[in-house]
T-cell receptor, first 114, second 111 residues
Framework: ETGVTQTPRHLVMGMTNKKSLKCEQH?????MYWYKQSAKKPLELMFV???????ENNSVPSRFSPECPNSSHLFLHLHTLQPEDSALYLC?????????????FGPGTRLLVL | RKEVEQDPGPFNVPEGATVAFNCTYS??????FFWYRQDCRKEPKLLMS???SGNEDGRFTAQLNRASQYISLLIRDSKLSDSATYLC????????????FGAGTRLAVHP
């Protein structure tokens, strides 16, 4: 399935590095999300964008910086991360305003911070 | 209290068995409910939405009990390929797109 794509799929970075995660959705949706999934924990919503506008920041540390240049693309810029930030980062998209709408996930970026 | 609670399992069942998962949610104003499936090291994928009247999709049946604030998923005639983690998902009140995920229930179907 190629509805939501994410790159890179795997990333290893040091605590002083700067990197970016990219997400692209090909579904014509108007809302995009970043989630974090740590081992044995539920998915944690990080950011929500509706029509390119950020509508939710779920108390995420400033070392994570999202960017949504258009309704099809979403980035997560990373800098000075900590080892506890190692996790699976999932992007999702949906059509806002539709009852019982579902979110479609990308394959995720597995991040390891050394 | 967690917003969405699930028994983490694992549920170990033989092929052909019937297995049921329950999930409770804390926000009585929630309006959208889903079951997602997540395979090991993969992304979650929608299994089915849960409607007030209950719904069935092949071997899978979902039920919603608003009064008791719980959702159930029944899997009949389990297959080896059903082995996965099943995530109960509830929308946050007031916003259709703010979904809260349970930690998941792990199912292992063995021959």
């Amino acid at each position: 399935e190629t509805g939501v794509t994410q790159t890179p799929r795997h990333l290893v970075m040091g605590m002083t590095n700067k990197k970016s995660l990219k997400c692209e959705q090909h579904l014509g949706h108007n809302a995009m999300y970043w989630y974090k999934q740590s081992a044995k924990k539920p998915l944690e919503l990080m950011f929500v964008y509706n029509f390119k506008e950020q509508t939710e920041n779920n108390s995420v540390p400033s070392r994570f910086s999202p960017e949504c240049p258009n309704s099809s693309h979403l980035f997560l810029h990373l800098h000075t991360l900590q080892p506890e930030d190692s996790a699976l980062y999932l992007c999702a998209s949906s059509q806002e305003g539709v009852t019982q709408e579902t979110q479609y996930f990308g394959p995720g970026t597995r991040l390891l911070v050394l | 209290r967690k917003e969405v609670e699930q028994d983490p399992g694992p549920f170990n069942v033989p092929e052909g068995a019937t297995v049921a998962f329950n999930c409770t949610y804390s926000n009585s104003a929630s309006q959208s409910f889903f079951w997602y499936r997540q395979d090991c090291r993969k992304e979650p994928k929608l299994l089915m939405s849960v409607y007030s009247s209950g719904n069935e999709d092949g071997r899978f049946t979902a039920q919603l009990n608003r009064a008791s604030q719980y959702i159930s998923l029944l899997i009949r005639d389990s297959k080896l390929s059903d082995s996965a983690t099943y995530l109960c998902v509830v929308n946050k009140s007031g916003g259709y797109n703010k979904l809260i995920f349970g930690a998941g229930t792990r199912l292992a179907v063995h021959p």
